[in-house]
């Protein structure tokens, strides 16, 4: 799901961010996440499910985690494959700047 | 409006689909795609202009697009980067398998 909230994460809106964050990145309970917001726990829970029904269904739609992984896998052969390639400095600082903008 | 066409169609109605497609695709007029579909022309324009706002929203927010192109140039890089290397044959199929995966 972490993963997800950082694919998608500018879909949300400020509030589905806010309650992901608090959640899953800072480990707040739902308990805590109501009492700052001066909610419901029930309707912090509510929100959670519904915005992580939506992160799964942009990933069905878009397989952005999916194919970042399948990725991740082709440029660690990519970066075995140009180890002692006489330009291998390049190659790498290359291979890096693909991943950055992954 | 191709490209954001290409990236973000998944996020769209079959009928913003069907729209989209037979005017930027296959180059069909407002009154032809009309005529196809029984409604008015104004509605089908209205449809369209629609469906680019939503897609430039899409690419504002997740910037697939961008990304790809910034892509590209790295992939063309690094393809010069690996065409003397002992094993190019294997490097330039890791490059192209990564393109695909875009």
Redesign the interface.
Known sequence: MNYLFDF?Q??LTSKQKSYMSLYYLDDLSLGEIAEEYEVSRQAVYDNIKRTEAMLEQ?EE??L?LK?FQ??KE??E??RA??A????SD??VA??E??EK??
Do not use: G, P, T
């Not at 002692?84 to 330009?87: G, H, S």
């Open positions: 998608y500018s879909l942009y739609k878009l952005l194919k399948e990725r082709i440029y052969k990519l494959c140009v002692y390639a006489e330009n390049e190659a290359l291979i700047a693909l903008s992954d």
